[in-house]
């Protein structure tokens, strides 16, 4: 504290000359920078979600696949499996039906799946969240085609 001529004291203002904040414009660049880095991130990341829902569709099929071979009686050489053609539908298996289901989830809830049976086979089909088909059926065949679903080319 200091005195004046007349014996008064004050307080002497003090200029403050070391900021240690950000301004508010550095802040926002920041921020900005961020809002434009992860826009980038998650453009790049969809591709990789549907190869990720294609392959999870993919192995539920296989999955259809080695329920209906176990149930393959070669007694009588027919398949003990119920035809389907909606992902909500009862195929007579635990399995096959939570596979179903797990495709449809996975495809965007437009399950286009055919899991046509008779007693000498079966085959299995489901549209990808890619767009194109992927087929098994009870001769080994494999097949990813623009077909439409059902059929194994």
Same mark, same amino acid.
């Given at each position: 504290? &200091? $005195? !004046?001529? @007349?014996?008064?004291?004050? #307080? &002497?203002?003090?200029?403050? +000359? @070391?900021? &240690?904040?950000? +301004? *508010? /414009?550095?802040?926002l660049v920041v921020i900005a920078m961020i809002g434009l #880095? $992860?826009?980038?991130? *998650?453009?790049? #990341?969809?591709? =990789?979600?549907? &190869?990720?829902? !294609? +392959?999870?569709? /993919? =192995? !539920?099929?296989?999955?259809?696949? $080695?329920?209906?071979?176990t149930r393959y009686n070669p007694t009588t050489n027919t398949y003990a499996i119920t035809a389907v053609t909606a992902c909500n539908a009862d195929s007579g298996s635990t399995d096959i039906n939570t596979a179903l289901k797990d495709i449809d989830t996975n495809n965007g809830s437009a399950c286009t799946i055919n899991l046509t049976a008779n007693s000498n086979g079966y085959a299995v089909s489901a549209k990808t969240a890619s767009g194109n088909n992927y087929c098994v059926d009870s001769t080994g065949k494999v097949a990813s085609s623009t077909a439409a679903a059902g059929i194994c080319p």
């Open positions: 504290m &200091k $005195s !004046d001529t @007349n014996g008064r004291y004050f #307080l &002497k203002k003090q200029m403050r +000359t @070391n900021n &240690k904040g950000f +301004t *508010l /414009i550095e802040m #880095l $992860s826009a980038v991130v *998650l453009v790049a #990341l969809g591709p =990789s979600r549907n &190869k990720a829902k !294609d +392959t999870r569709i /993919i =192995s !539920d099929i296989q999955q259809i696949r $080695s329920v209906a071979e």
